[in-house]
């Protein structure tokens, strides 16, 4: 895998989320400096825990700063590649009022970013598109080149937000280049509390009920974490670029056995609430991974059972008070 490659200045943008925080530490401990920045900082209770590894590192800069309006060339200058990993996730709150955020922080954020480096010439932007830009597919893999159908307002935003990088990049002169990689449902320790792997073994360990949207037939292509972390590093340097990657496993795990996976893990019955299918809900997730494997020699390493549980000792250890 690519990952000795790793660049030697960078920016992360949303560093104090769930995969920014695990792209800081990989790059940290490859010895890179990372200008890591977020609007979010460790007075923020749900960003703390992100960041609590990332404390006193040698090479780790935090800037607590909103791409939407603060000073950007600052933070760029010297840098020889940005990972743009800041934005709004989640594709179920994106119908509701808050879906201004989701443009603001999924397109005139990045359109802002975007300019900037281009202006200054920052050699690679590695962009967090996703898997949800697909839509509802005819179960089989998707492929980079079929027809993008985003079936949700977020989903909308990130095909917006991976486009509009792409078309600044293609702009006369540009010496800016950039891959776009479409992540397909990351899990490990620390994930979002929002995610379905999250709440069901929260669910598990705490007896607290799992509302499960729709049949529980939905099936995701789950992707853990230090995998997806791995192929972002390694498309800070890859040669071929201006297009996007899948990053999945090419498997698919439906919502039954992730239940039954995490009842195995804990031990515990999940009670179960049952509720209806929420729109923009995909049925079935599935990374054609060619071009990662071609481009980025990237290939998963961690099975599910393992990475769930890695998720659960995570979560547990957090659950636990320090001992005095
Ligand atoms: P996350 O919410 O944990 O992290 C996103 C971070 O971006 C947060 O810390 C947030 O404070 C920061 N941020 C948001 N708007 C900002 C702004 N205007 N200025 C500065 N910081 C800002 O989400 P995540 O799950 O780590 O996802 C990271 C990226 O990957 C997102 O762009 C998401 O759309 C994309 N993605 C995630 C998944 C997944 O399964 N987690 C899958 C596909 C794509
Ligand atoms: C996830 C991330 O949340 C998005 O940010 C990301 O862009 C997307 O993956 C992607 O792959 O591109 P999603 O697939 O909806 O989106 O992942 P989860 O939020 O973990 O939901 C997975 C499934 O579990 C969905 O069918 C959802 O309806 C279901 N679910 C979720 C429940 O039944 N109950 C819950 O409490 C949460």
């Known amino acids: 895998m690519n990952t000795s490659t790793s660049p030697r200045r960078v920016v992360v943008t949303g560093a104090a989320g769930f995969i920014g925080s ?45 791409l939407r309006d603060c000073a950007l060339q600052p933070l760029l200058l010297d840098a020889d590649a940005v990972f743009h990993l800041a934005g709004i996730p989640g594709v179920r709150p994106s119908w509701g009022p808050q879906f201004s955020e989701y443009i603001d922080a999924n397109v005139l954020a990045t359109q802002r970013l975007m300019d900037t480096a281009t202006a200054m010439r920052v050699p690679r932007v590695v962009v967090a598109s996703s898997s949800s830009v697909y839509g509802v597919t005819d179960g089989l893999p998707s492929i980079e080149s079929d027809h993008p159908a985003p079936a949700s307002p977020y989903a909308v935003t990130k095909l917006a937000e991976e486009q509009l990088s792409l078309a600044h990049a ?19 320790p620390r994930q979002r509390p929002d995610m379905f792997i999250h709440r069901a073994l929260h669910a598990a360990a705490t007896g607290q009920p799992l509302r499960l949207y729709g049949d529980g037939h939905q099936r995701r292509d789950f992707t853990y974490v230090t995998d997806a972390v791995a192929a972002t590093i390694a498309a800070a340097t890859t040669e071929e670029a201006n297009l996007v ?45 060619t071009r990662a494997k071609q481009l980025l020699s990237w290939m998963p390493m961690t099975d599910l059972r393992t990475g769930m549980r890695e998720q659960l000792n995570a979560l547990v250890a957090r659950q636990q008070p320090a001992a005095a």
């Not at 006369?172 to 899990?187: E, Q």
């Not at 498997?251 to 195995?264: D, M, P, V, W, Y």
């Open 22 to 66: 695990h792209l800081t530490d990989a790059l940290l401990n490859n010895g890179t400096t990372v200008i890591a920045v977020d609007k979010r900082d460790h007075n923020d209770p749900a960003a703390a825990a992100n960041l609590a590894p990332l404390h006193g590192r040698p090479g780790y800069h935090p800037v607590t700063a909103d």
């Open 245 to 289: 990657i899948n990053v999945g496993s090419s498997a698919n795990t439906s919502l039954h056995e992730i239940i039954a996976l995490a009842e195995q893990l804990t031990g515990q019955a999940i009670d179960l609430q049952a509720q209806g299918t929420r729109d923009g809900d995909i049925p079935s997730t599935c990374a054609d991974r």
């Open 170 to 188: 293609a702009r006369h002169g540009s010496a800016t280049t950039v891959v776009a990689l479409r992540y397909f449902t990351v899990y490990g």
